[in-house]
Each structure stands twice: as C-alpha cells, then as structure tokens.
C-alpha cells in the first residue's frame, strides 16, 4: 500500500554514491533503469532497481567546458562573450553522458547489468536551446561548413548564437520585455490569447530564460544564424533524438520544458504567429523550426518517445557507453532536471513542496486545482506528475551567492561557514542583502533586478558577508512560500534536496526564517532517481504508473533500510527577528527598484526604466479577466451562529474609466479578507448594539483589493490597493471638523445593511482605496484597517516615557498596542489575556509581562496600578478591569466592544476617587497613510498575528475557529 513518504525513514542507499563504495553482485533476475541527468556542471547516470531495493550504482562525469561564458570563451574559439551570456558544449554532454554511463556499468556488472535495463530517462536542465541544422539535429557550432550563401565565416563555431544557450543565459531580457508588453498591450484574438495564457500560468510575464526570447535574440542579433538553423530544439529534447536516432523534422518532444519554458498548450500549440509577427516582422518563421505543435507531436515524462538506437550508431555519435544496453529499450520524454527532483525525493501526492537547492533554486508544488497566481514561473497539468497540475517557482541564484562570496574573499566555503557559525548571530549584525544578484525569478520575474546590502560597517568580515547570503536567500523562500498560500495553494509539507540541502548551516537558516519544518531527503542526485523513475514508467514496468513507480522505486527502498532521515525544526526564538527583517527584505525590493528608475536619465534609459516598470507591475499584478456573470458567490450572516455561502449581484467590470471623481465608484477583485472582532461579534451576538442584523448581509471590512480595470488616479489594472471601509458624508459638521469617524452619515463596508468583502468583486469610492508599495503583500494590506484601528487608539493614549502601560485582550488589536506602545518608550508594557497563545505572542512581540487575569497588575506595580490601560477586550467586564487596574489619576482607553452590548457595572466611588481620565477609542481618523508606511517599512509585525487561513467557501469554519476559545487562534484571513 501507498505510504506517505514523510512518515518513513530513508535508507543508506542515498549514500551508496560514491563509485568506489557503490556494492556490485546485483541479483541476475533483477531489473534497473538508467536514469541520466544533465547539470550545469556535469552528467549524471544512476541505475535504479525496480523491485525496491533502491540505488545500484551512479557514475558521474564534469563537462570538459563547464560553463561558456566572458571569462573562458576564447578557449573553444569564440570572442569575449557579453557579461550575460552562457553557453555551453554540446558534445560536452554525449561525452559526459557515455562516461557517466560507463562508470555506472562498470561498478554494477557491466554487459550483463546493461542487458537488464528496462528503461532510460533524461532530464535536463532548462531552458537550454541548442540551433540545429539536418535530419540528425547536428547543432550549428558544430557543423563546420553547412551554412547560408550569405555567411561570412567559415565556421559556424565561431558565432555566438550558433552554440546552445544554457538556462542562465541572460542575453535575452530585452526581448522577454517585448513579447511580455505586445501580449499586454496589443489587439487582436492572438494577443488576447497569449494575454490570457500569460495571466494564467506564467504570473503575467514571459521570462528571459525562456525559449522563445531566446530565439529572438538570435533573429535579432544574428540573421544568418537564424536563417541557417532548421531545428531549434530543448537540449533535453535533443538528447532523446540522439538516443532514439529519430528525424529531427518528426521526433516527439517534451510537454514538460514546452509547457514550463515555451509558451506550448496541449490545447492550443504555442503561440499564434500573427502575435509573433507583431513582436518583429518574420520572427513568426520561427515556428517552422519548432515543429508541429499540436499535442500528438508531445510526450509527458514517463511516456515513451521511441527505443533506443543499436550500439553500432550509438558509437558512431559518441554514445558507446550505453552500446550494451538492448535496443530498442524505452526512452522516457525528457523532464526538467529541477522537476525530475519531485519524484527522485518520493514525492508523488499533492501539496508537498519540493525545494532543489543548487546553484539557483527551484521550487516545485503540484495540486489539484489551477490557480492563477502572479509571478510563477510555470503552472502545467501533468507538467510534472499525471493528474496533478505542477506549478515551478524559484530564485535565479542561491548557490552562486554563496560561490560569489567565496570568489570575492578568496575563502573557502567551509572555511566560512565555519567562522559564520561560530562568530555571527542571527541577523549578521545588521547586515542584509536582497539576493537578486542574478535577478528576480519570483515573483518579478525580471532578470535585470541587481542585489542590494545595508549594514555594512568597518567590522563587517566575509563570515558576516557569508551569514547574510544564507539569510538573504532564505528570505527570497519565503517570498514564494507566502506568493503560493496567499493565492489558496497550501503548502503541507517541504521537502529539500540538491546540495545546499546538505549543508547543515543553511538549511538550519533556511528553516528558522521559513518558521517551518523541513525535511531534508537525503539524496544529493534526487534528479537523475527521478529520470530513472520516469524511465520505469516509460518502459511500463509498473500497472500503476508514476505513482506506484515512485513508491515502490524510492519509498519502499528507502523504507527498507535504516533511517538517514533529516528533520529540521525553526527555532522558535527566532521568529521575531526574521520576521522584522523579512518586512525590511519587502521594502527594500521596492525602494531599490524606485531608485533604479530614478537614477534612469535620458530617452533610451527612461524608456528602459520605464519598460522594466511595467514588467514589475505585470509580475506583480495580474490583469483581472473580464466577466460577463450577473452573480457572484458570497458569504452571508443570516443571524446569531448562522454563516453560510449564497450570491449577490455582481459589479461591472468598469464602473468609472477615466473619470477622476473621487465619488466614483471603483470595482475591485477582493483577494483577502480579514475576520474582525466585530465580525464576530455579529456572529455571536446577532448585532452589534443598536446595528442588529434584520436581513443577512455580506460581512468583511478588512480587505486586499486589486483594480478591476486600469484607473486614472490609482494605476494599473491588478495594482494591489488598500481600503478604508467607512463611507462618510464629507458635509456633516464632524467632517466638516476633520473628524470624519464620527460621520453622522457613515455607510460602514461590512456592517449591516451595508454588504462587505466576502465576495469576490467589490465596488468601492475611489477616495476610500489607497495606493500600497508594490512590495506589500495580499495579507499584510489586509491588516492595514486594525492596525489603523490600534494607531488611533494608541494616539489617544499619549504615552508619556517611563510611564507603565498595560494592554487588556491581547487579540489581534491588542497586539497590534503592544507593538505600537512600545516605540513611545514606556517603562514596561504589559498584557492581559485569558488564552495561552496569544499570552505568548505578547511576550514574543515585546510585552514586560503577561497573565491570564488582571490582578496580576498589582503585583508588577506594587499595588500602585499603571499609568495608562488600554482596554481591547469584548468582556463586559472589561472596563471595571480597567477601571480597577488603573493608578490614581491614570488614563483609560475603551477600544473594545462588548458582549451584548453591556459593560460590568463599578461603583461610583470607586470611579470617581481614582480621578480618570476616560477615553472611548472610535474606529480611526486619518490614520491611514501611517499605518502602510509601519507595514511596509517592517516596523509592526502583522504577518506573525495570522495563524488562520481559509478559502470562501470554508468561511463558516473560520468563523467557528475563532469562536472556540481553545482553538489556538488570534487572526484568521479568508483568501477569496
């Protein structure tokens, strides 16, 4: 039976690796797949036996080039190549490829362990295109003398765009720019439709890594280059041509890098050429030269695209190492190299996080459903597993931050990592880095971003320098994280593989700024496991398909051996500081790229900064699809205890186009929507007060909006905003007063009549929503409105320094004081909770003290009482307790609401003796402004006080959740 791979203990057999200590005297009846993977650096080929009991061998083989780029072009005959460029040797990989093979034989029985292959998978890196001339797809560097009339060297080798483009070739940023602004921008069916598949699956932007900015940075830069190519091909692809033989012209390729890289739909082919033409007139020809692009052209992972060609033509194009093998042996349809990690670590089921740790980073999920989510690098049905829809993140460098590190101080890298560990604290001293030092994969989706450091001092040391790559780094995992469950794709599990998984100093890293377990799967080549899995497949060796292939391949060998299973915990008293520096690593995304278009000076820059604007924009910012629905689905309170889901009437798209009036009204796509203790209060009280609920109503006044359609004063379509949900009259003398909370004809967003949020599509007075840095995320604008709701109150308070302070009801308002009270320098802030969780929040936030009653006042004051109470609970005691722990002559603040509208009663003497000063918190008053900025800027940890999160349809459980005082809740959001 299926396990979850979690739950069992991975063997020794990931250890197995090395060539000299790999065992030999495989059982003769017993049956392998050859797995072979292609990194940036080297082959690898692993033999993996199909009854379950793992590894039999691995060989591995570097490429005698590496990586082409300006420092070692002139070495295989090209010029000094632009900073930006990679390149690679493509006989470097058959050369590799048949070592590795070898190696691999070698130490499992040579001949006759080759004759017991069943099957053969490639990954490969991606995207990495490779120009092709004839049938044989021989690459254009390479062949000499086949070129145009129009030619003017005599070898192909010495033009740059003749030789393949390796995944992190970054020539291409201009021309991603362009195909991401004409699909945007442009009319016509065939813009709209690459508009919607943009928007859809690849977070609203075409990437420079990928395929067809590529090609048109051949068409552009080098004519003849272009026109000589026949075939322009996934070098994954390419390698299954030459180990099946088949036609270049009618050879299957991959759905898996065409889905991810090129822009390829099983339902639509790629791209039309009417929008290809309106990118640069003939760039459409480069359709001729991918071939069909209809879904019978295309083969998933794990489905044969042919048999493997006899030995004698192996030799002849430089594969002998596999001449043993059977011909005709099933070749599996080429994956990405990241991609083949999720099933090589046992990851077979949905919503476990696969994280590959290399010399960039990928993150792979697969789910059930298709979400749209801005800034993804890829989301393809069956792009990765059968059945599963497989979404692809990452971060362009992870592991050559650290080489560059190690390049600039000439350490070792053990050598600082060591001294790291040793002598730098968490948070390097105050050294922090935005990590974009190759540019911004997600969610920007931009590779002209550069890194950024502040705190550098005189004192600063490479250990330093080394710590806060590490948390840098981590930093830009959280990002992702948080991008994915703020769209309702939860991640359950993660799971870490790759080199940098092994590295016991970051990956602690790693787990302490994530807040999050991880598991770490022993298996540094968990890749070329899953080629050889998918080549099972392929070969049909298992009935079940993947997924029994991947249980019974990886788990059950794994389970069969003693345990070598790596858990890492977060360290709990870590969690406020990373969460202060994750809130400063948001910001100083969007301060760098403001200064970066600021510093932008003449036409060509401005229209450049102006470009890169845009890209930014879209990759944060999805265009909402037009809707033509009359009803929308919506959350309803009937009355006390009774939530349930019905519809309402839906807005049109554009209510106010090009209109400036601040009245007009403006319709926004509701993405999160905070429960208030109000919200509550109509739940369990049926009212509030005098607003008793006489009809169901839609409830949700605190929520993350994007524009529905381009606005004239607010931005773009998508822009994330921010909302102040009291309507008010502007013509009562209270407005007239600036005291527009007190608006004697508020209409309150969320308060009965008055529909709220918890609905997909809202309109809302444009003077009501606000601009947010673009670096905010979906649920940190979403508590805007309470932290609003705790400046003003903290305001009225006027805390005085060295005064004592104590917060009643350490909710999510109360917690919000806490951290606010603090920055008046008090002498101490205390709080009062009944609820153990959110006791300890208060503590972790900054509290002096906490306890679960108020009389534990007296004792920290000696009897005395604190100068200022504020009181946030919906006790009806919670004034008397107040009152009661309140020095002579101190300050109260009412903020709370309370239950059945009904405060305790004290007695008047005791009131009237104690000489307070009363103040009763209303809502906010132009507070607005100052609680984005202490969002934004990482002064007020918001992001911490959520430890709840639902989908629309599941609102009545949130609000059950929260109504059970031992559920362990403070803050639940609703992602809609």
Request: charged residues 20%.
């Amino acid at each position: 039976m299926a396990r979850n791979w979690c739950r069992k203990p991975w063997g020794s057999m990931y250890h197995q690796h090395s060539l000299r200590t790999c065992f030999r005297g495989l059982q003769t009846d017993r049956r392998v797949a050859l797995g072979l993977d292609f990194g940036t650096e080297e082959a690898r080929a692993v033999l993996v036996a199909t009854d379950g009991s793992g590894v039999v061998a691995l060989g591995k083989s570097r490429y005698e080039h590496g990586q082409i780029t300006q420092t070692n072009s002139e070495t295989v005959g090209l010029p000094v190549l632009p900073r930006k460029y990679a390149l690679q040797h493509p006989q470097d990989w058959i050369n590799a490829a048949s070592s590795a093979v070898t190696q691999a034989l070698d130490i499992a029985g040579g001949k006759e362990i080759a004759q017991r292959v069943v099957g053969i998978g490639v990954d490969f890196t991606s995207c990495t295109m490779v120009p092709c001339v004839g049938k044989d797809a021989t690459p254009l560097c390479l062949a000499e003398h086949r070129r145009s009339a129009q030619a003017s060297a005599d070898q192909w080798s010495t033009r740059p765009h003749a030789w393949p483009k390796l995944w992190k070739h970054h020539g291409a940023a201009t021309q991603a720019e362009r195909l991401t602004q004409i699909a945007h921008a442009g009319d016509g069916n065939d813009c709209r439709r690459v508009r919607t598949l943009l928007n859809a699956k690849y977070g609203g932007v075409v990437g420079l890594e990928w395929m067809f900015p590529k090609a048109l940075e051949v068409f552009e830069e080098d004519a003849e280059v272009f026109a000589a190519m026949e075939t322009w091909v996934e070098a994954g692809d390419w390698m299954t041509w030459q180990l099946t033989g088949a036609s270049a012209h009618t050879a299957l390729r991959s759905t898996c890098a065409a889905g991810y890289k090129g822009l390829w739909s099983s339902t639509e082919g790629y791209p039309p050429a009417e929008y290809l033409e309106k990118v640069h007139t003939g760039f459409a020809s480069v359709l001729q030269r991918l071939g069909p692009g209809d879904a019978a052209s295309f083969r998933s992972p794990g489905q044969s695209v042919g048999g493997l060609r006899p030995g004698a033509e192996l030799d002849r194009v430089g594969l002998g190492g596999l001449r043993d093998i059977p011909a005709g042996t099933p070749i599996s349809a080429a994956c990405i190299d990241a991609h083949a990690g999720v099933p090589g670590v046992g990851v077979s089921r949905p919503n476990t996080m696969v994280l590959v740790l290399g010399t960039s980073a990928c993150y792979m999920i697969n789910t059930s459903e298709e979400k749209e989510i801005p800034g993804v690098c890829g989301m393809v049905p069956g792009g990765i597993l059968p059945g599963l829809v497989g979404y692809e993140t990452g971060q362009a460098a992870v592991g050559d931050l650290f080489a560059w590190v190690a390049s600039i101080t000439g350490r070792s890298l053990d050598d600082l990592e060591a001294a790291a560990q040793a002598n730098v604290p968490p948070g390097a001293e105050g050294l922090e880095l935005v990590d974009h030092f190759h540019g911004c994969r997600t969610p920007l989706m931009d590779g002209s971003l550069t890194g950024h450091a502040s705190g550098l001092t005189l004192s600063t040391t490479p250990a330093h320098l080394y710590r806060a790559v590490a948390e840098s780094a981590a930093m830009g995992c959280r990002r992702v994280l948080q991008l994915l469950e703020e769209h309702a794709v939860p991640v359950h599990d993660l799971v870490a593989t790759g080199g940098l998984a092994h590295k016991p100093f970051f990956r602690q890293i790693l787990a302490d700024v994530l807040g999050r377990t991880i598991h770490i799967h022993p298996a540094t080549d968990g890749p070329a496991i899953g080629a050889a899995v998918y080549g099972a497949a392929a070969a049909e060796v298992f009935p079940g398909g993947m997924s029994e292939a991947v249980d019974t391949m990886v788990n059950t060998a794994a389970s069969k051996r003693a345990s070598d299973a790596v858990v890492v915990e977060p360290n709990a008293s870590l969690q406020p500081l990373y969460a202060s520096m994750y809130s400063r690593y948001l910001f100083e995304i969007e301060s760098q790229a403001r200064k970066k278009r600021l510093h932008s000076v003449g036409p060509k820059a401005s229209a450049e900064a102006s470009s890169r604007e845009g890209a930014e924009n879209i990759a944060y910012h999805t265009p909402s699809t037009a809707s033509t629905e009359s009803t929308q689905p919506a959350v309803y309170i009937d009355g006390k205890l009774t939530v349930r889901v019905g519809t309402r009437p839906c807005p049109p798209d554009v209510l106010s186009a090009g209109q400036t009036d601040p009245d007009a009204e403006i319709v926004l796509d509701v993405v999160t929507v905070g429960v208030c203790g109000s919200d509550m209060h109509y739940y369990k009280d049926g009212g509030i007060g005098s607003d008793a609920i006489t009809k169901p109503f839609v409830p949700g006044h605190e929520f993350a909006g994007r524009l529905r359609a381009d606005d004239a004063v607010l931005g773009k379509a998508g822009t994330l905003v921010a909302v102040d949900p009291g309507v008010v009259c502007n013509a009562c003398e209270w407005c007239r007063d600036g005291q527009q909370h007190l608006c004697a004809g508020m209409r309150f967003i969320g308060a009965p009549p008055h529909d709220g949020a918890l609905t997909p599509r809202l309109a809302v007075p444009r003077s009501n929503i606000y601009s947010v840095p673009p670096t905010m995320t979906a649920e940190q604008v979403t508590m805007i409105e309470p932290l609003g709701i705790a400046l003003h109150a903290s305001r009225l308070a006027a805390i005085q320094p060295g005064e004592d302070v104590v917060v009643l009801g350490a909710g999510p308002i109360g917690l919000l004081l806490v951290q606010l009270l603090l920055r008046n320098m008090p002498r101490r802030v205390y709080a009062i909770d009944p609820i153990a969780v959110r006791r300890d929040k208060a503590l972790e936030l900054g509290a002096a003290a906490v306890a679960a009653d108020y009389t534990a006042i007296a004792d920290w004051t000696e009897h005395r009482g604190c100068d200022v109470v504020v009181e946030a609970t919906d006790a009806t005691a919670g004034m008397k307790h107040a009152i009661l722990s309140a020095r002579r002559g101190g300050r109260v603040v009412l903020v709370g609401i309370p239950q059945e509208n009904t405060y305790e009663a004290i007695a008047a003497d005791t009131l009237r003796r104690r000489a307070l000063t009363l103040t009763m918190s209303r809502r906010m008053n132009h507070v607005m402004e100052d609680a984005i900025e202490l969002i934004a800027s990482g002064t007020i940890d918001t992001s911490s006080l959520i430890t709840h999160r639902f989908v629309l349809k599941d609102t009545a459980r949130a609000f059950e959740t929260l109504a059970n005082p031992n559920g362990g809740a403070i803050k639940a959001v609703i992602q809609v």
